[in-house]
């Protein structure tokens, strides 16, 4: 799916793919050697992310139920624990660099074609 940052009008994300289900979620994105400009993860349920067992850094913006970003992690290192946003509804991880790069931060809302939050 695609993800255009509404605030901004520019897509941080345009081949997002989502993580629902316990064990998608848990996964993640381990197991790939990185993440290409454009691609993302959308997991939901989620208000904390953890890099653990990953090769690259990733980029996350926190959204609340109404698409809203109520944090974000810029170029999060391998093998860390990133921390809680209690307001979160779901996790968009992003190719490190992609937040800077869009201008994407705190109060930006964001707009899934095909999925996400409302």
Known sequence: MRVLNRTREIPPGDRVRTAQTFLSRLVGLLGTAAIAEGEGLWIAPCRRVHT???????????????????????????????????????????????????????????EFEGGGPA
């Open 52 to 110: 653990l067992g990953m090769r690259y850094p990733i980029d996350v913006a926190f959204l609340d139920a109404r698409g809203v970003v109520v944090g974000t992690l810029e170029g999060l290192p391998p093998n860390r624990i990133g921390r809680v946003f209690r307001d979160a509804r779901g996790a968009l991880e992003l190719r490190a660099g992609t937040l800077a790069a869009t201008g994407t931060a705190p109060g930006d809302r964001l």
